[in-house]
């Protein structure tokens, strides 16, 4: 099993930044069948929806609308996945999710907590 943490939400300004950062914890087996990790987010209503992903090997994908204001990036080695987030708008207030997609016979999927994020003036 993996377990996931999330951390750095917070209450931001339109056009500010906050830093996301997730560290999973678990066997060192578990840790290291992780495949990609990644961010989705789920706003009051809504569906959670993908943000972005980070795969063991460094290739990303990102939704359209964080696409050049958001950037996943991860430490294999910490077994961690942080997101940076700047040029904030209010439409991405939202609680926020960390996951790992683990692969050991079969494919199962972790998620953290979540952490919330506010944008608002």
């Known amino acids: 099993q993996v377990q996931l943490v999330e951390s750095g939400g917070g209450l931001v300004q339109p056009g500010g930044s906050l830093r996301l950062s997730c560290a999973a914890s678990?066997?060192?087996?578990?840790?290291?069948?992780?495949?990609?990790m990644g961010w989705y987010r789920q706003a009051p209503g809504k569906e959670r929806e993908l943000v972005a992903t980070i795969t063991s090997g460094g290739s990303t994908t990102y939704a359209d609308s964080v696409k050049g204001r958001f950037t996943i990036s991860r430490d294999n080695a910490k077994s961690t996945v942080a997101l940076q987030m700047n040029s904030l708008k209010p439409e991405d207030t939202a609680v926020y999710y960390c996951?790992?997609?683990?692969?050991?016979?079969?494919?199962?999927?972790?998620w953290g907590q979540g952490t919330q994020v506010t944008v608002s003036s």
């Open positions: 996951s790992a997609r683990v692969i050991i016979q079969s494919v199962t999927t972790y």
């Open positions: 678990g066997s060192i087996f578990s840790r290291n069948s992780i495949d990609s």
